[in-house]
């Protein structure tokens, strides 16, 4: 595999997106054989935990029509012919649509594909196969009991744990056997295992992509993105998917860039690594001529006070979405850990709910005023990768690690944020810390132009 991977970063730029698409557009690379190429390197993977269906049939099809098109100087997008992996909630037509539960095994195949999926065939994208990921997406922690766990790459020591619930997401393009690879993000499902694997994961604004044809979790707090190896391969794709000819992402001059690190809630229990690149790539920043500014959030410690009093707004969603598996048979054949975290939210009342709702509508407008035009920075995780084997013995280890994985990037979900996560260093194990960068619901594009802007300083280049 490694032999492999290091011919691939020679001929094809280091599987970016955005230098694989070139070389594709030249005839420097033909879609069939960069096809054949990459289902070689999925078979000879040393994790086979990574996929969960690999459409090899499909993706010949779509290569062979990109191969066409390409000879013909009419390619569908800047991207026809790019291999692309689809977290395993999203609908393929002639496929059963797992989300990595051994409970859907058996349902009939999907009539068609999810929207985006669809955006991504109109676009001439090669749709490889559909990637593991937490049982029903509810875990930023990766575990999967039932198609296995797909192992972090990074590191010197033990198996760590790939982030969840977009594992096979963050895995699939970490190991370089696909540039990019799209999943979904509830509570930081995107940005986590980009942070844990050393990628950069894009997490949209609700209602930037349809959600039609994607098995939900939180229809409140849902989005999906890209995760690929930089910025400018998550902007292209973006755009691609969107129908747009170019990304709207512009690179502005780092003078021009005002940032606002939190004082408070998300330096809280940072292990050293994190807080040590995390204060270097500001410096870096801060250097180059960009505003920084700190203040308090006052709304994060109220949303920790209110989801430890009433609950959040993703427990009852997914308790109502999944009401009778688990109060049925069908509980003992889920992951245990997710069975117990959804039924969690049976506690709530419905005047919790209400309130949380309201609250949250509340705190969403005070930041809003607090953060105005600046876009906000503060590590993605405050921890690294746990080990796996101590999360996969003891659930209440778990738990606690799922919280600390978690704390973060939940708060951008519940106020509705975007956000990008870079990697910004490594741990003295060689394991990745992120670097986040969000912004207020809507403004997607200020925040991947932030993040094209600073990207190289955040990375240390």
């Known amino acids: ?80 012919g790019v291999p692309i992996g689809w977290k395993d909630l999203f609908d393929l037509e002639g496929r059963v649509t797992t989300v990595g539960s051994i409970l859907f095994k058996d349902n009939p195949p999907a009539r068609a594909d999810a929207a985006l999926v669809a955006a991504g065939k109109r676009a001439g994208l090669v749709s490889i196969g559909t990637l593991n990921m937490t049982e029903f997406a509810y875990s930023g922690i990766g575990l999967n009991p039932h198609y296995g766990t797909p192992r972090n790459p990074n ?29 979904t993000d509830t509570g930081g ?58 990304p709207k992402a512009r690179v502005r001059p780092i003078k021009e860039l005002t940032f606002l690190i939190p004082e408070n809630v998300v330096f809280e229990g940072i292990e050293p690594a994190v807080q040590v690149n995390f204060d270097a790539a500001v410096k870096r920043l801060a250097k180059a001529g960009a505003k920084i500014r700190r ?28 009401w009778d598996r688990v109060h049925g048979p069908d509980a003992a054949r889920m992951d245990a850990r997710v069975v117990k975290r959804i039924l969690m939210a049976e506690k709530m009342r419905a005047v919790d709910l209400v309130d949380v709702m309201m609250r949250r ?27 796996i084997a101590p999360l996969a013995a003891d659930h209440d280890e778990f738990f606690r690690a799922n919280a600390k994985a978690l704390r973060n990037t939940m708060l951008g979900n519940f106020l509705d944020w975007c956000g990008v996560s870079i990697p910004n260093g490594t741990d003295r194990d060689m394991m990745p810390t992120g670097f986040l960068i969000s ?8 925040a991947l132009s932030a993040a094209l802007s600073i990207e190289n300083l955040i990375r240390g280049n």
């Open 1 to 80: 595999m490694q032999q492999w991977r290091e011919e691939r970063v020679d001929r094809y730029g280091a599987v970016k997106t955005a230098t694989l698409a070139r070389k594709l557009r030249k005839g420097k690379i033909d879609p069939v054989e960069l096809l054949q190429q990459t289902l070689e390197a999925i078979r000879s993977c040393d994790d086979q935990a990574i996929f969960i269906d690999i459409l090899a049939e499909r993706a010949m099809v779509e290569a062979k029509a990109s191969r066409k098109r390409l000879k013909a100087g009419k390619p569908l997008s800047a991207l026809d």
């Open 361 to 387: 509508k509340s705190l969403i407008a005070e930041c809003d005023t607090l953060i105005g035009n600046d876009v906000v920075i503060f590590p993605t995780t405050a921890v690294v990768a746990m080990d």
């Open 439 to 446: 912004a207020q619901h809507g403004r997607d594009t200020d």
């Open 189 to 246: 499902s995107i940005r986590i295992p980009a942070s844990f694997n050393g990628v950069v994961g894009y997490k949209t604004s609700t209602g930037h992509y349809s959600m039609d044809g994607v098995f939900p979790l939180s229809r409140s707090l849902d989005t999906l993105g890209p995760l690929a190896q930089t910025v400018e391969d998550c902007a292209l794709v973006d755009a691609v998917l969107r129908g747009l000819a170019k």
């Open 155 to 183: 590191g010197t020591g033990p198996a760590r744990a790939p982030g969840g619930s977009s594992s096979g997401s963050a895995v699939v393009v970490a190991k370089g056997l696909l540039p990019l690879a799209i999943g």
């Open 295 to 322: 203040k308090v959030f006052p709304a994060f410690n109220a949303i920790l006070d209110l989801i430890a009093k009433r609950g959040d707004v993703l427990g009852p969603e997914a308790l109502l979405l999944h």
